[in-house]
Structures are given as structure tokens and as C-alpha cells.
């Protein structure tokens, strides 16, 4: 049984409570699915969520604030009981953060359907030449008379290829680097975007390389000002940040469930592996890790919901952390059950591999101590 005593923290108030233990009980009945076929999967926890009703807290709409908290609470729990249930629900809210953080109102219809599990959306800022630094972004939108101009290449894009519609990041020019990039809302189906690849990883998700020729979005697909794009993909990143490090969380709170199950079993000889002091400084020191990063991440998200502007130095810490510790606390619990630990078919096996892809994206490890000395120097 999952330590519960957190929700207990003062980052707390008691619709978070009420969510968690909600959230807990609808798990327990649907999750795992099936992973085999990753896309008929993401399409079905994406209906499946929708139907439920916790996509609500992926977006916000006019008026409304996105509660981080619950963000995260939803991210650790769906990550506890199944990845692709996390990777689903995620997706739909780093997809439309934008437009939750920045959207007109008729940008915002496509929330109605992406909070209601009836569209998939995805992000599209990494390219092929352009990832940690996305001042170096390549693609272009011109502006030309019927609106603007797409062209350029964007890879890793997750849910690419399944997603109904995509907010993308591409340059138009109105300073160098940094300032010169805009925000779009781009639907799937216009005429100029294909899927040049899906990319294949070792903890299988819809990914993809997409190729845009000649792309043609209307005016109205400017997500607030031209130039504005890379404060808007930073905005989005401050708040999803915190995230990542709660879906670690989950992954790490699974592995140690299983850890201390796995030690606790009774051996052939008698006693059991949990009797040697060794195993049982493991587990404290798994213990403490998941306690640690789970602080920082409810630091980070309450202060978000403060209505602190950015955030970038606690998401930054929390994401770190939170990710660099579930990694060793799962592989500890790997460790701790021998053979077992890297047989397919046990979850700590499924775990190694579904955490190593949290400590690159959105934004690599050594980006986020860059992020954090940078705030400390002043
Ligand atoms: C599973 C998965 C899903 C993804 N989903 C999406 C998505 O939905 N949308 C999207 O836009 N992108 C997505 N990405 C892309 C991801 O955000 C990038 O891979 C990431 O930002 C790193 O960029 P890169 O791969 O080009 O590596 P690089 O930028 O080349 O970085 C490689 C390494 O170089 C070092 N490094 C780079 N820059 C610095 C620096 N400034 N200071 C110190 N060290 C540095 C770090 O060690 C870093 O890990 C996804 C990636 C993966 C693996």
C-alpha cells in the first residue's frame, strides 16, 4: 500500500485529498491497460480519462487558473498504477498549455474537447537541430496574405501522428534567437504536415518526426503576440516541469511497493531478504529520496498556485530531483529483486525503463542545474 500520510501536508487543502483518494478508487478499476498497440492505447485512456473526468484538470478556460497541485497529484498517481495512463493525461495538458496559459476564446474551444477526451493534442518545439536550445529554432512562419506560412521539421513529438491538433513553436523573425519565435495552434488534418517517422523508444509511446511544407494556418492561430513564442513555451514548461518530477514520483513510489513486497516474501532457508540491515538501509534511503523529491514538488506546484508568475527555480529543482531520484530508487529496487529485476513481465523492469526518458525531456538534467545556478548568481 502507497505511503498516503503526504496528502496530509499543509501544500494541501481537501478537494486535493478528495481527488487523490478518487482518483486512487477509478485506477484500481481501470488501469493497466493493454500496451501492445501504444496508439489504440493512448486513444483509449485518452476516452477513458475524458470519461472519467479528470481531464478537466488538464487545461483551464477563460477565467480559470490551472491548479498545479492537482496536476501533480494526478501525474503521480496515473504513473504509480500505469505510464501510459500519466503519458496520456499529460500530454493533453502540456498539448493545450498554451492555449490554457495564453488562448483566445476561440482557441480555447479545442480545450473543450481536448478536457473532454474527445481530441489528442501534442507540443511541438524540438527539431532535429534545435532541442535544449530553442533559440536555434529552424522552422518559419511567414506571414503572407492568407495568414501564415509554415515550413521546417519538428521531432520527438509525442502523441505524433494520433494527436488531433498541435501547438507549435516556429520563428518569425521579429528579433534574433530567443525573441524572434511565435506560438500556433496547428490542427492535424491541414494540408502540408506528415509524419516523416514514428520514432520507436525503449519505453514504447506514440512519438513522432513531423515535416510541415507550406502550411497554412490563419491569423488567428497566433497564440498571443508574434515573438511572444518562447516566453510562452517557458510559461508552459514552468508549470508542466513540477509534473514531470510527480510522475517520477509515482514511478518511484511503485518501485519501492514492490521493493518492499519482494523482500518481505518469506525465503526457502526461512526469514527473509528484509532481515539483512543492508536491504533495510536501502529501503530507508529509498524512502528518503521519494519524501525529499515529493517536497519539492508540492513546494513548487503550491507556490505556483499561489499565483507566483514563474516559477522556474522550484520546477527546475523539483523536476531535477525528482527525476535523478526515482531513477536510483528504481534501480534499487531492481537490485533488490535479483534475476527478477531485469525480467519482462515485472514492473520494475517495465519501471527502469519508463523513468530514463523523464531526466531528458523537458529540458535534460544538466539544463535544469543550469536553470537553478542561474537564479541562485541573481
Ligand atoms: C520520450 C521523449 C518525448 C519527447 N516529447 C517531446 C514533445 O512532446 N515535444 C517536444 O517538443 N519535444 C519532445 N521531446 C524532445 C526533448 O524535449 C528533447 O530531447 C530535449 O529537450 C533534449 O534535446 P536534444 O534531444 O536535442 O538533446 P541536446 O539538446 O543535444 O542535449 C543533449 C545533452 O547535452 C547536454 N546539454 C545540452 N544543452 C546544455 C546546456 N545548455 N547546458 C548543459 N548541458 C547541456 C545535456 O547533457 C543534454 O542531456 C521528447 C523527447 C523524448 C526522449
Same mark, same amino acid.
Given at each position: 500500500?502507497?505511503?498516503?500520510?503526504?496528502?496530509?501536508?499543509?501544500?494541501?487543502?481537501?478537494?486535493?485529498?478528495?481527488?487523490?483518494?478518487?482518483?486512487?478508487?477509478?485506477?484500481?478499476?481501470?488501469?493497466?491497460?493493454?500496451?501492445?498497440?501504444?496508439?489504440?492505447?493512448?486513444?483509449?485512456?485518452?476516452?477513458?480519462?475524458?470519461?472519467?473526468?479528470?481531464?478537466?484538470?488538464?487545461?483551464?478556460?477563460?477565467?480559470?487558473?490551472?491548479?498545479?497541485?492537482?496536476?501533480?497529484?494526478?501525474?503521480?498517481?496515473?504513473?504509480? *498504477?500505469? /505510464? @501510459?495512463? !500519466?503519458?496520456?493525461?499529460?500530454?493533453?495538458? =502540456?498539448?493545450?498549455? %498554451?492555449?490554457?496559459? #495564453?488562448?483566445?476564446?476561440?482557441?480555447?474551444?479545442?480545450?473543450?474537447?481536448?478536457?473532454?477526451?474527445?481530441?489528442?493534442?501534442?507540443?511541438?518545439?524540438?527539431?532535429?537541430?534545435?532541442?535544449?536550445?530553442?533559440?536555434?529554432?529552424?522552422?518559419?512562419?511567414?506571414?503572407?496574405?492568407?495568414?501564415?506560412?509554415?515550413?521546417?521539421?519538428?521531432?520527438?513529438?509525442?502523441?505524433?501522428?494520433?494527436?488531433?491538433?498541435?501547438?507549435?513553436?516556429?520563428?518569425?523573425?521579429?528579433?534574433?534567437?530567443?525573441?524572434?519565435?511565435?506560438?500556433?495552434?496547428?490542427?492535424?488534418?491541414?494540408?502540408?504536415?506528415?509524419?516523416?517517422?514514428?520514432?520507436?523508444?525503449?519505453?514504447?509511446?506514440?512519438?513522432? *518526426?513531423? /515535416? @510541415?511544407? !507550406?502550411?497554412?494556418?490563419?491569423?488567428?492561430? =497566433?497564440?498571443?503576440? %508574434?515573438?511572444?513564442? #518562447?516566453?510562452?513555451?517557458?510559461?508552459?514548461?514552468?508549470?508542466?516541469?513540477?509534473?514531470?518530477?510527480?510522475?517520477?514520483?509515482?514511478?518511484?513510489?511503485?518501485?519501492?511497493?514492490?521493493?518492499?513486497?519482494?523482500?518481505?516474501?518469506?525465503?526457502?532457508?526461512?526469514?527473509?531478504?528484509?532481515?539483512?540491515?543492508?536491504?533495510?538501509?536501502?529501503?530507508?534511503?529509498?524512502?528518503?529520496?521519494?519524501?525529499?523529491?515529493?517536497?519539492?514538488?508540492?513546494?513548487?506546484?503550491?507556490?505556483?498556485?499561489?499565483?507566483?508568475?514563474?516559477?522556474?527555480?522550484?520546477?527546475?529543482?523539483?523536476?531535477?530531483?525528482?527525476?535523478?531520484?526515482?531513477?536510483?530508487?528504481?534501480?534499487?529496487?531492481?537490485?533488490? *529483486?535479483? /534475476?527478477?529485476?531485469?525480467?519482462?513481465?515485472?514492473?520494475?523492469?517495465?519501471?527502469?525503463?519508463?523513468?530514463?526518458?523523464?531526466?531528458?525531456?523537458?529540458?535534460?538534467?544538466?539544463?535544469?542545474?543550469?536553470?537553478?545556478?542561474?537564479?541562485?548568481?541573481?
Amino acid at each position: 500500500m502507497p505511503d498516503r500520510t503526504f496528502l496530509d501536508w499543509p501544500f494541501f487543502e481537501d478537494r486535493h485529498r478528495a481527488l487523490a483518494e478518487g482518483l486512487e478508487a477509478w485506477a484500481e478499476v481501470h488501469l493497466p491497460v493493454d500496451h501492445h498497440d501504444v496508439d489504440a492505447a493512448c486513444k483509449g485512456l485518452v476516452a477513458a480519462l475524458g470519461a472519467g473526468g479528470w481531464l478537466r484538470y488538464s487545461g483551464a478556460g477563460a477565467g480559470e487558473a490551472l491548479d498545479v497541485r492537482s496536476l501533480c497529484l494526478i501525474r503521480e498517481t496515473l504513473a504509480r *498504477h500505469d /505510464g @501510459l495512463a !500519466d503519458f496520456s493525461f499529460a500530454m493533453q495538458g =502540456l498539448g493545450m498549455g %498554451a492555449v490554457s496559459l #495564453f488562448g483566445t476564446d476561440v482557441q480555447r474551444e479545442w480545450l473543450g474537447l481536448t478536457r473532454a477526451g474527445k481530441a489528442i493534442s501534442g507540443f511541438a518545439l524540438t527539431e532535429p537541430g534545435a532541442g535544449s536550445d530553442v533559440a536555434v529554432t529552424a522552422t518559419t512562419a511567414v506571414r503572407g496574405a492568407d495568414g501564415w506560412v509554415l515550413n521546417g521539421e519538428k521531432t520527438y513529438i509525442s502523441n505524433g501522428g494520433i494527436a488531433d491538433v498541435y501547438v507549435i513553436i516556429a520563428r518569425t523573425g521579429e528579433a534574433p534567437g530567443a525573441r524572434g519565435l511565435s506560438a500556433f495552434l496547428m490542427p492535424a488534418d491541414v494540408a502540408g504536415l506528415t509524419v516523416l517517422d514514428r520514432i520507436e523508444v525503449m519505453a514504447p509511446h506514440p512519438l513522432a *518526426h513531423l /515535416g @510541415l511544407k !507550406d502550411v497554412v494556418l490563419p491569423e488567428t492561430a =497566433l497564440i498571443g503576440r %508574434a515573438g511572444d513564442g #518562447f516566453k510562452i513555451a517557458m510559461s508552459v514548461l514552468d508549470v508542466f516541469r513540477s509534473t514531470v518530477g510527480a510522475a517520477a514520483l509515482g514511478f518511484a513510489r511503485r518501485a519501492l511497493d514492490e521493493a518492499l513486497a519482494r523482500v518481505q516474501r518469506p525465503r526457502a532457508g526461512g526469514g527473509s531478504l528484509a532481515d539483512y540491515q543492508m536491504v533495510q538501509g536501502h529501503l530507508a534511503d529509498m524512502a528518503l529520496q521519494i519524501d525529499a523529491a515529493a517536497l519539492l514538488i508540492y513546494r513548487a506546484a503550491w507556490t505556483k498556485d499561489q499565483g507566483v508568475a514563474r516559477i522556474s527555480r522550484e520546477a527546475a529543482m523539483a523536476k531535477l530531483y525528482a527525476t535523478e531520484a526515482a531513477q536510483k530508487v528504481i534501480d534499487m529496487a531492481v537490485q533488490l *529483486h535479483g /534475476g527478477d529485476g531485469v525480467r519482462t513481465g515485472f514492473a520494475v523492469e517495465a519501471l527502469y525503463r519508463e523513468i530514463r526518458a523523464l531526466r531528458i525531456y523537458e529540458g535534460a538534467s544538466d539544463v535544469q542545474r543550469v536553470v537553478i545556478a542561474r537564479s541562485i548568481m541573481g
